[in-house]
């Protein structure tokens, strides 16, 4: 079993700037597709961002050229910049690991003031 824990979220105003944090408990990053979703109130739960064994990345339109993500390997962490940040941003962020089996964290809360 693999732990997910993300850290980082926090209330913001708009044009700031976030980065969130998440953590595994095992050696499963650049083992495994990781990824960011978020799920706003009254929504979906959608994917915001994701990044491959091999580091290529994939980003949602809605945040391209405003969030980064990224992953230290050694560490077993994978990061979410999140610049420029709209209220629309409001949500609960939550880590994912995609391999043999599917993890996700516990969220983060990110909330964008306008």
């Known amino acids: 079993q693999v732990q997910l824990v993300e850290s980082g979220g926090g209330l913001v105003q708009a044009g700031g700037s976030l980065r969130l944090s998440c953590a595994a408990s095992?050696?499963?990053?650049?083992?495994?597709?990781m990824g960011w979703y978020r799920q706003a109130p009254g929504k979906e739960r959608e994917l915001v961002t994701t990044?491959?064994?091999?580091?290529?990345?994939n980003y949602a339109r809605s945040v391209k050229d405003r969030f980064t993500i990224s992953r230290d390997s050694a560490e077993n962490k994978v990061y979410l910049q999140m610049n420029s940040l709209k209220p629309e941003d409001t949500a609960v962020y939550y880590c994912?690991?995609?391999?043999?089996?599917?993890?996700w964290g516990q969220g983060t809360q990110v909330t964008v003031s306008s």
């Open positions: 994912n690991a995609y391999g043999n089996t599917i993890y």
């Open positions: 095992r050696r499963i990053v650049g083992l495994y597709r």
């Open positions: 990044i491959t064994t091999g580091g290529s990345t």
